[in-house]
């Protein structure tokens, strides 16, 4: 009667182990190996109760059997959480992209200057001697009384490059855009208009900023300090944007004049940048 009680704890001890294992390895494949992790703790307790219970009335030998195979339960979960950490540890990391702002070449410059003046209207590429950019450079010297050609000057060249710059300026300065980056940008802009900010214009207000703040409320003499209150910031950008908008007539202005002076002289176009049809 003792050795057949001992077997059928035996076996249903067995039985609770092989469920086990099937319980582990369903939660593995539905879960991930995450799961183990928590439920390792419920796993030893499971495992000692059953232990305990089912071999309650074993012999020694049985004892002895039953304590291998409690070993064994417990080896299983602690092998499976260990490979879970080491496989988590070795997770690689997904780093996010950064946005690379685009490179703002002369040739680029000089489109937008034609598109904020109204004659072009396709895309800022580069692309000078595209259809469309000298069709856009014919429209404005005829719009300016210069003549009839796709050609610019060296000089009204350097022209349009600046006002590609002046007009970008005059964006950043209109923005209704009230994120903390476009009033970096406002901030930064205004500074570089007033000549006392000199590197990239980026909406990050750091420490060359701060000190270009500083250095300009000095030569104003604003209240002492690298930061601007509301009506100093107003000021700064209301001031800068009246700059601009002088700087941008007085650029259209010395367009015109300059190409209409070279056209006129000696008919001949010495000198001159002559675009040639696209390919």
Known sequence: ???????????????????????????????????????????????GSLLTGNVAYASFGDGLVGGVIGG?????ITNAAYRNGHRRHRTKRRHKKRYVAPVMTSEKKLQKALTALGFYHGKIDGEVNSYETRSAIKAMNTAYEIGDTASLSPRAKDALIYLGDLFAFDRVLISKDNSKRSKGKKIQTALKIHGFYHTKIDGAVGRGTRKSIAEYKAAKGLSYGNRLDFEEEYQLISSAKAINDRNIEGTVASLKGNQAQNNSA????????ILQPAN
């Open 1 to 47: 009667m003792q050795k057949e009680i001992n077997l059928c704890g035996l076996h249903t001890f067995l039985t609770h182990f092989h469920a086990i294992l099937a319980f582990i390895e369903f939660y593995r494949e539905q879960k991930g190996e995450d799961v183990i992790l928590r439920k390792k703790s419920a796993m030893l307790i499971l495992a």
């Open 72 to 76: 064994v339960v417990g080896s299983v």
């Open 266 to 273: 000696a008919g001949s176009n010495s000198g001159a940048v």
